[in-house]
């Protein structure tokens, strides 16, 4: 219902015929990783004007459609900086974290593509300690790979970091992941919700680093809080 133009308005129609068709009371009940102020007013126009439609979460001052605990941490760095001694540097931060349950949980670092997160787990495997493993999860690896690094980093009690790319985002449950980077910035809101969300499940704190390099990204950066669909978060220039 809160999907792009298009269908979505065929989907707003059908939702507002089927309201009009069931017997009152009728209580009704919008679910949605965000909500934008654009869509809000499509579902106000499609509903009867007698029903409040209200807003969870965001909205509110410091509210945000991420849990309450989870913590956000934006780096900001020029792009003079190579991007994964900036990321090596944050882990390593991390390690040593009481926050969160950081330091005690593994890391989900997420990256654009397949090749990105490949040379990415290159790097980290030859520089982190031999305790922490190194795993990769996106396009490109093979079924084994997949099962091994889900086998892994499933357990609630998985160490170690695990590299993926979109594959990741959705659908995966796991509970020993307590920090999530975003080595490349997401493009929209729901992508950087749903990645997030992989952190901070069920009621456990969780960290959120996303990594921002130059004054554009900064600037896009920018514009998922103009959705008011973040909660306020740290900043830190790497």
């Not at 309201?19 to 009152?24: E, K, T």
């Not at 993926?164 to 796991?174: F, K, N, Q, W």
């Not at 900064?218 to 306020?232: D, I, K, M, P, V």
């Amino acid at each position: 219902l809160c999907g792009a133009p298009g269908p979505g308005v065929a989907l707003l129609e059908a939702a507002a015929a089927a309201a009009a068709a069931a017997p009152a009371p009728l209580q009704r009940i919008f679910a949605a990783a965000h909500l934008t102020d654009e869509r809000l007013i499509e579902l106000v126009a499609h509903l009867p004007a007698d029903h409040a439609l209200l807003r969870h979460g965001f909205g509110a001052a410091g509210g945000g459609v991420l849990v309450p605990t989870c913590r956000q941490v934006y780096h900001f760095f020029t792009a003079a900086k190579a991007k994964a001694d900036v990321l090596l540097r944050v882990l390593r931060s991390a390690a040593g974290d009481a926050r969160d349950g950081v330091a005690d949980g593994a890391t989900l670092v997420f990256c654009a593509d397949g090749a990105t997160a490949e040379e990415v787990r290159a790097r980290l495997a030859a520089e982190l300690p031999a305790d922490a493993p190194v795993a990769a999860l996106h396009a490109a690896t093979t079924a084994d790979e997949r099962r091994g690094a889900l086998a892994h980093f499933g357990a609630p009690d998985a160490r170690g970091v695990l590299v993926a790319d979109g594959l990741a985002t959705r659908g995966l449950d796991l509970p020993g992941v307590r920090h999530v980077v975003l080595y490349d910035l997401p493009t929209d809101v729901t992508t950087y919700v749903h990645a997030a969300g992989r952190t901070a499940r069920r009621g456990e704190a969780g960290l959120v680093t996303c990594l921002v390099q130059n004054r554009g990204q900064q600037q896009a950066f920018s514009q998922f809080h103009s959705h008011l669909a973040l909660q306020r978060a740290e900043s830190a220039w790497a």
